[in-house]
Nanobody, 116 residues
């Protein structure tokens, strides 16, 4: 059993910053790709950013240049630094981890609200 616990969400004004964290715990052999997804009201869940165990990153076009994903492989933790936030970034942000032998695992989500 693997648990992903997110933290760092909240309310911020447009142009502000937030840093999300997601820590994986439990029986973990290894974690391949980790990432962040988000889901706004009435919309489908969409990819925000991913990072491999080797540090290769991938970003959605909408967040390139504003968001930075990173990870600590020792702590099994992934981070998302979000700068210059916009109202359209408002969503529930979910952590995802591809865990060896278990497959994709999801966190419970953390709310990010950006006011104009």
């Amino acid at each position: 059993q693997v648990q992903l616990v997110e933290s760092g969400g909240g309310l911020v004004q447009a142009g502000g910053s937030l840093r999300l964290s997601c820590a994986a715990s439990g029986t973990i052999f290894s974690i391949n790709t980790m990432g962040w997804y988000r889901q706004a009201p009435g919309k489908q869940r969409e990819l925000v950013a991913t990072i491999t165990s080797g540090g290769r990153t991938n970003y959605a076009d909408l967040v390139k240049g504003r968001f930075t994903i990173s990870r600590d492989n020792v702590k099994n933790t992934v981070y998302l630094q979000m700068n210059n936030l916009k109202p359209e970034d408002t969503a529930v942000y979910y952590c995802n981890a591809l865990v060896t032998r278990l497959g994709p695992q999801w966190g419970q989500g953390t709310q990010v609200t950006v006011s104009s």
